[in-house]
């Protein structure tokens, strides 16, 4: 079966930096687009990046784009959010997700119902 486990998460402060990587096993990682999502107390599990398949097409939502960065190593079946200039909102329960189909649209990239597996969560705080 499908397994993602990320890390990376933890406490940092306003401005600091900080780097998640998810590693995937169960299928053929080169083969599905890998997206992240956040989820904030009280709040719905918003879309945040993606990756194509190749890595050479990336998406962002508009409030992390020019912080955050995506990418992935499909020989080590990985991919990363590199995380900068971190602010207070950022505050967040980050999720690593594999897609369901293996040629997404850039518009369903970004969409939550197009992620078939998902990882358990790792914890960011940013603090001011």
């Known amino acids: 079966q499908v397994q993602l486990v990320e890390s990376g998460g933890g406490l940092v402060q306003a401005g600091g930096s900080l780097r998640l990587s998810c590693a995937a096993s169960?299928?053929?990682?080169?083969?599905?687009?890998m997206g992240w999502f956040r989820q904030a107390p009280g709040k719905e599990r918003e879309f945040v990046a993606a990756?194509?398949?190749?890595?050479?097409?990336?998406y962002y939502a508009d409030s992390v784009k020019g912080r955050f960065t995506i990418s992935r190593d499909n020989s080590k079946n990985t991919v990363y959010l590199q995380m900068n200039s971190l602010k207070p909102e950022d505050t967040a329960v980050y999720y690593c997700a594999q897609s369901g189909g293996s040629n997404l649209s850039s518009l369903l990239m970004k969409v939550k119902g197009s992620y078939e597996y998902w990882g358990q969560g790792t914890q960011v705080t940013v603090s001011s």
């Open positions: 169960g299928r053929t990682f080169s083969s599905y687009g």
């Open positions: 990756i194509s398949r190749s890595g050479v097409s990336t």
